[in-house]
């Protein structure tokens, strides 16, 4: 077999494993959606951190720099993993949101997400399979082995996030 044949096969493997159901992680989805509603309401700011910085600096800039015309900027940073920890808790308040992104939520981010929760921050995580140890006042975790397949629907589960928050804002007092 060729080097592409065996790649192209990999490939579609991969689309071949169930990914989230949307509507399944709806009521999850919403309840995160509100609760981070509130605390931009409140003045807080979201700070993006976990495994991968690229997702992190994505997440952020969704919420700073709104692509969609009307919607308005939220305040959002996003933090290196591994410094997440030590920013959080010397930059962040208990009014922020703390939103962790990754297929494992490494020792790095679990440090920032337990700090977050320390500190009073709504603690968000975006994971893979549901990891053990992990206290967070929100889990949306994505079945899946792959992690490639798990990031991908990382990126649609916040978007659907960055949505339905808009979404509260908008129509609630």
């Keep these: 077999m060729t080097a592409s044949a065996v790649l192209t096969t990999a490939l579609a493997s991969r689309r071949e494993q169930p990914g989230v159901d ?4 709806a009521p999850d ?12 309401r409140a003045g807080g700011a979201l700070h993006a951190f976990g495994d991968d910085t690229a997702d992190a600096h994505h997440i952020a800039v969704e919420f700073v720099h709104p692509v969609i015309v009307g919607k ?5 940073v996003a933090h290196d993993g591994l410094r997440a920890a030590h920013l959080l808790r010397h930059a962040a308040g208990p ?14 981010t679990r440090d920032a997400l337990r700090v977050a929760g320390e500190r009073g921050l709504l603690t968000v995580a975006l994971t893979g399979p549901a990891p053990d ?23 649609t589960l916040y978007h659907l996030l960055w949505e339905l928050t808009h979404a509260v804002l908008e129509r609630s007092p």
């Excluded at 989805?29 to 931009?40: D, K, N, P, S």
């Excluded at 992104?101 to 490494?106: K, N, S």
């Design 95 to 108: 009014a922020d949101i703390a939103l962790a992104v990754g297929a494992r939520l490494d020792g790095p």
């Design 72 to 76: 308005r900027a939220l305040p959002a």
């Design 29 to 40: 989805l919403v309840a995160a959606a509100v609760a981070m509603a509130a605390r931009f």
């Design 133 to 155: 140890g992990v206290a967070v006042d929100h889990l949306l975790a994505v079945p899946g082995a792959d992690p490639l397949v798990v990031r991908e629907q990382h990126v």
């Design 22 to 25: 949307p509507a399944a992680s």
